[in-house]
């Protein structure tokens, strides 16, 4: 099964070609245009070395440009390796070298980061596929990687998530049809960018598996912006992450969410509270979710179909959980414990880790680490992570790193960094400062902590406000204890 012909070849057996997959500014793409030129587009990449097997490392915005190299790559049988164009200079290094990639798409801007690597632009890719012909798509096995996505153990290394071409079906045939209710003719816009999981299922799997679109803002994801984009495109699903809706909620008018039918939320904790004003405000219901890398997209979800409202539903169509104690014995609904799932895209292990791979999955199970409450009808409650991890707007990463460098401050004796809610109620980095004896003049700490972790971190690990405390919550060993951090309940 190689994944984009198979695309294709539902769009035309469909008779999808003539509609629109995709708008981006003033520009629309129908479904026939998005498979020609990924068709195309792979001869260009095959004109660069790559083929099957090879890795691509593709740092797109979101947009077509994004689309079309993901698929070309699908098409040659190549493996997509996706980041975040707002990673740092080392971690870009990093990727592109774990990845053992071939050549890396990009803005311009990036391609220093890349020496000894073919390149090419979004825009280059796109306008000489135009001059190409068709690749032929390489025949391959459901089981033959599709892509790749790096996601942080708490060190902070990233850990390359391997996973298949039978996989983007899935998300849609799970969770996209068969609880949230997303067809053909619905139109998505999704917050979060595709190169996360939980993007990649709601801008691409779901419009391309479906017949429907999804809107592609290559912009970062503003209050204003996202009104209009909804707006003016008739959005009818949107996706987001608890702090953007309580962003949205403060600065924009209802009424230009008029069009919405549902909205889906996952990457961060959603109160009830919020959940309540958001419903109240987009005049739908509000799907709270929970997601995961390593098992693609959606392991469990409200919908359509289904919505346990304090909780984030019930599996996914296929997935199997248990929720278990320390020692990895399952315990009686009701009972709180670490979450474990198996199901059709569970990644099979980690790019070239096999012991992170036996400690993450036992025969075919997987430990999100996330904890949870099962109740007696099957739904989920989520608590709260088991390990040291933070989730941000929809990206999980450790805190270790970025409080490794606040602590070279002078100021500082100790310091956490955790995610709170503000007074929106959206999630956002907060340090917590013990000073040392010495520390006198610290009128400037928070622009020079802030400074410090812009200069060297991603945008996303910088923190939006620093909180001078007397002690932080350590147990009698010295071990951090964050949850108390988070709770604000030491």
């Known amino acids: 099964m190689n994944m984009a012909a198979a695309l294709g070849e539902e769009a035309?057996?469909?008779?999808?070609?003539?509609?629109?997959?995709?708008?981006?500014?003033?520009?629309?793409?129908?479904?026939?245009?998005?498979?020609?030129?990924?068709?195309?587009?792979?001869?260009?990449?095959?004109?660069?070395?790559?083929?099957q097997g090879s890795s691509v490392l593709i740092t797109l915005p979101d947009g077509i440009a994004w689309v079309v190299a993901f698929l070309a790559s699908a098409r040659l049988g190549a493996v997509a390796v996706?980041?975040?164009?707002?990673?740092?200079?080392?971690?870009?290094?990093?990727?592109?070298?774990?990845?053992?990639?071939?050549?890396?798409?990009?803005?311009?801007?990036?391609?220093?980061?890349?020496?000894?690597?073919?390149?090419?632009?979004?825009?280059?890719?796109?306008?000489?596929?135009?001059?190409?012909?068709?690749a032929p798509a390489a025949r391959l096995g459901p089981d033959h990687p599709l892509y790749i996505q790096y996601t942080s153990?708490?060190?902070?290394?990233?850990?390359?998530?391997?996973?298949?071409?039978?996989?983007?079906?899935?998300?849609?045939s799970g969770a996209g049809k068969q609880v949230i209710g997303f067809g053909r003719d619905d139109i998505a816009l999704s917050v979060s960018k595709l190169f996360f999981a939980y993007g990649l299922g709601n801008a691409l799997a779901f419009p391309l598996w479906s017949g429907g679109a999804a809107v592609l803002e290559p912009g970062p994801p503003r209050p204003a912006r996202i009104a209009e984009l909804v707006a003016r495109h008739r959005v009818t699903y949107l996706y987001a992450v608890p702090s953007a809706y309580a962003n949205i909620l403060a600065e924009t008018d209802p009424a230009d969410f008029a069009t919405v039918r549902a909205a889906v939320s996952a990457g961060e904790r959603l109160t009830d509270e919020l959940r309540e004003r958001a419903a109240a405000?987009?005049?739908?219901?509000l799907y709270d979710q929970l997601g995961s890398t390593e098992a693609g997209h959606a392991i469990a979800t409200n919908g359509d179909f289904f919505h346990e409202p304090g909780t984030v539903g019930r599996p996914v169509p296929g997935f199997e959980a248990e929720v278990r104690d320390r020692d990895g014995t399952p315990v009686p609904d009701g009972v709180a414990g670490e979450l474990w799932v198996r199901g059709p895209t569970v990644t099979r292990?980690?790019?070239?880790?096999?012991?992170?791979?036996?400690?993450?999955?036992?025969?075919?199970?997987?430990?999100?680490?996330?904890?949870?409450v099962r109740g007696e009808d099957g739904t989920l409650t989520h608590s709260g992570r088991t390990d040291d991890l933070e989730m941000v707007g929809g990206i999980t990463f450790s805190p270790l790193e970025i409080e490794q460098v606040l602590a070279r401050h002078p100021a500082v004796r100790d310091i956490a960094v955790a995610c709170v809610p503000n007074d929106r109620g959206a999630s956002k980095l907060r340090a917590f400062v013990v000073l040392r004896p010495d520390a006198h003049d610290t009128a400037e700490l928070e622009p020079e902590l802030v400074g410090?972790?812009?200069?060297?971190?991603?945008?996303?690990?910088?923190?939006?406000?620093?909180?001078?405390?007397?002690?932080?919550?350590?147990?009698?060993?010295?071990?951090?204890?964050?949850?108390?951090?988070?709770?604000?309940s030491w």
């Open 153 to 172: 153990g708490t060190t902070g290394l990233p850990k390359g998530v391997v996973h298949r071409h039978e996989d983007m079906e899935i998300y849609y």
């Open 452 to 488: 410090l972790a812009r200069a060297v971190l991603e945008p996303y690990k910088v923190p939006r406000a620093v909180q001078v405390v007397e002690s932080l919550p350590r147990t009698a060993t010295g071990k951090l204890q964050r949850f108390l951090i988070r709770q604000g």
């Open 12 to 51: 035309l057996r469909s008779g999808w070609t003539d509609r629109i997959a995709y708008y981006e500014g003033d520009r629309t793409v129908t479904h026939g245009e998005v498979h020609s030129l990924a068709a195309r587009a792979a001869s260009v990449l095959a004109g660069h070395g790559v083929g």
């Open 82 to 134: 996706l980041a975040n164009p707002g990673l740092t200079a080392d971690r870009h290094a990093y990727v592109a070298k774990d990845s053992e990639a071939v050549l890396v798409v990009s803005e311009a801007g990036l391609a220093e980061r890349f020496p000894g690597l073919a390149h090419l632009t979004g825009a280059q890719l796109v306008e000489r596929a135009a001059e190409e012909d068709p």
């Open 349 to 372: 292990g980690y790019l070239g880790l096999p012991e992170e791979t036996a400690r993450t999955l036992v025969e075919g199970w997987l430990n999100t680490r996330d904890r949870v």
């Open 281 to 285: 405000f987009l005049g739908a219901p």
